[in-house]
């Protein structure tokens, strides 16, 4: 009963001048992202609810928890919003934001907070890139948690024995073809690994076609359209021909249903040159200790390098290179009845204090949305420094809409027919007519 009336910041007045607020995420104690959870009920509400107090005001905090299916949260949330209800501070995943502010569950921050929004501190240390996963056609949604970036792996013994460059960091797609010609001398070398095919699903999208589409200077949705058989996807599909047709890469890992875990344990152990993937390889897969396919080590073998555009100058946004991110978010209940406070108490979760003291909390290092804070946490750790001082400033997003999905399975089955022989002008053309469909007609499709 106390959480039902308390629910969207039960309006200021129980006779005491009391505010109470709600923040809910998809984090349980002891349970799903348990480490969220904790530090929301042990550092935040107690820390937010003494500085009002310090300023003269009586707030209280509740904390809602899920331990449940994204799905389900995703599910929960907007049947809250749709009845006009819910937290006032909402965890959500960057990809639904788009979809939530086109059904009218979402409203831009300073629609909702007013100028306090504009006037925060805290946007000097998000990176404008950074920022984009919470912008939704121009207008700032919600405030980024954490994110990551794409990069390009590479073995350094193996370079070594090819006669490449130890501190390699290749200009164009041709430059990292010719580093895999070189690599293809090495006995039982796989040379290149990009993720493709429909078997690793998301991770052929975000680790694969979506850099390279940003290296040709185009994103899968811009201007309000979807993009189509473009020369820019055929150029995509054409350096995917390169690599698998060409036997720089190994066709059967992008058709197996473990695929993408062969390729970790392969690069662990030495077997593939060069591997695009996420921090999330550097910090979970090959970490010398707590790895998935830990490499012992790995900080004196495995070097990282900036993912080039096609050429230099060809990337979007007239970049030399590129990259793509994935990342939650915290938004503002539209129908809260204290928009005021709830900013107040958002902000403050993402201030740098708050967001040192999760990283803490958590124990173990990752990338924040503050530029500031992780120059002071990331000191340690050389490549997840790189990611945030190099890769997120030139980053870009996934677009957050209900059809995505199904568009980025089109772009890995463009994928899966180049690996398994069709011509990147035929697997181009196919891709096109899933889109039309998906989108709803040619005129929903740029760049046919």
Known sequence: MTLALTSCGAE?????????????????????????????????????????KAAGRNVHVLFQPNGVDDEQYKTKVALDLKSRGGADVIDLDGIWIG????AGYLKPLTEVAGAAVDAWEGWEQIPQAVQGLGVFEGKKYALPVGTDGRVLYYNKDLFRRAGLPQDWQP????????????????????????????????????????PLLAGAGAEVYSGGRWLGGSQAVRDVLGFYRQIYGGGLGDPRLQQEAKGRDKSFAEF?????????????????????????????????????????AREPGAGIRGQDFVSMSGGSARVLNPFSGNPGPA?????????????????????EARITAR???NDKM??????????????LPLTAYRPPLAVYPQVSAALQEATADVVAGRTPEEAAAA???KVIRIAGGPDKVAGQ
């Open 12 to 52: 200021e007045g129980s006779g005491d001048g009391a505010v109470t607020l709600t923040i809910t995420a998809n984090a349980i104690s002891g349970g799903k992202n348990s480490a969220t959870a904790d530090w929301i009920k042990n550092w935040v509400i107690p820390r937010f609810e003494e500085t009002q």
């Open 99 to 102: 979809e939530f502010a086109q």
């Open 171 to 210: 200009e164009s797609w041709r430059e990292i073809l010719d580093a895999g010609t070189a690599l293809k001398r090495l006995p039982g070398v796989t040379p290149i690994q990009i993720n493709a095919g429909t078997a690793m699903g998301e991770a052929t999208t975000m680790q694969g076609a979506l």
């Open 268 to 308: 662990a152990e030495g077997k593939i040159g060069i591997l695009a993937e996420g921090d999330y390889f550097w910090r979970s897969v090959i970490a010398p200790e707590a790895g998935v396919a830990p490499m012992k080590d790995r900080d004196a073998k495995v070097g990282y390098a900036l993912i080039p």
């Open 343 to 363: 900013w107040e108490l958002l902000s403050f979760m993402h201030s740098a204090e708050a967001t040192e003291a999760e990283l803490t909390m958590a124990g």
């Open 371 to 373: 530029a500031d804070v």
């Open 378 to 391: 990331l000191a340690g750790d050389p490549m997840l420094s790189f990611v945030s001082e190099k890769v």
């Open 431 to 433: 891709y096109q007519e």
